[in-house]
């Protein structure tokens, strides 16, 4: 009996200054303001001019730098058709992005990146033989809006796989510069 109240009182210590121990080691506010700041980016995405090479698809992106910074985009919509200037509208005047010959812009924000962008994968849930060209991803740098490159240019030329990652990793991988499927975790 003495035992078993003896530990019930430490269980409860612990328990009561716990919190107050866990609150002194948490990082400071500037630390987690300087680590965590959101910065936003461009996808530029090409779909070639292959037969039936446009897609109608959920298409998703993850991109991420050597220092394991990461944004996943789950679903890229409202594109911005950057090329060809004034074309490929769908009827009603509404554009979906992917089109055949075109190169479509998506904005997406995130954890701001430290280092270029090195490792892009993207993943098509449908069945369309969507078949994008090239894909590149672009920072607002300063006041008036110029974009910058800050990736690789990653050329995948060949039809997406459906319903896994599929694209390059130049910051770790030994792949080289073919696109291959790659299984993460959870997304």
Not at 15 to 24: D, G, K, M, V, W
Not at 79 to 89: A, Q
Not at 166 to 172: A, L, N, R, S, V
């Amino acid at each position: 009996m003495k035992r078993t109240s003896f530990l019930l009182v430490i269980f409860i210590t612990v328990i009561t200054i716990s919190p107050h121990l866990a609150l002194r080691y948490q990082p400071t506010n500037t630390t987690l303001g300087e680590s965590h700041k959101i910065c936003s980016y461009s996808i530029e995405i090409e779909t070639t001019c292959a037969p039936s090479a446009d897609t109608k698809d959920h298409v998703s992106a993850r991109f991420s730098d050597s220092s394991g910074n990461l944004i996943i985009v789950k679903h890229l919509k409202n594109p911005k058709l950057v090329y060809p200037p004034n074309g490929l509208r769908k009827q009603g005047g509404v554009y979906g992005g992917f089109g055949r010959c075109a190169v479509d812009m998506f904005e997406v924000s995130g954890p701001c990146m430290k280092q270029s962008i090195c490792s892009l994968y993207l993943k098509k849930v449908g069945s369309d033989n969507w078949r994008p060209g090239w894909v590149k991803v672009l920072h607002q740098e300063g006041s008036n809006g110029h974009l910058v490159q800050v990736s690789y240019m990653f050329y995948f030329r060949r039809f997406l796989p459906e319903n896994v990652w599929y694209g390059f990793d130049y910051c770790h991988s030994k792949e080289g510069f073919q696109p291959h499927v790659a299984t993460f975790g959870k997304d």
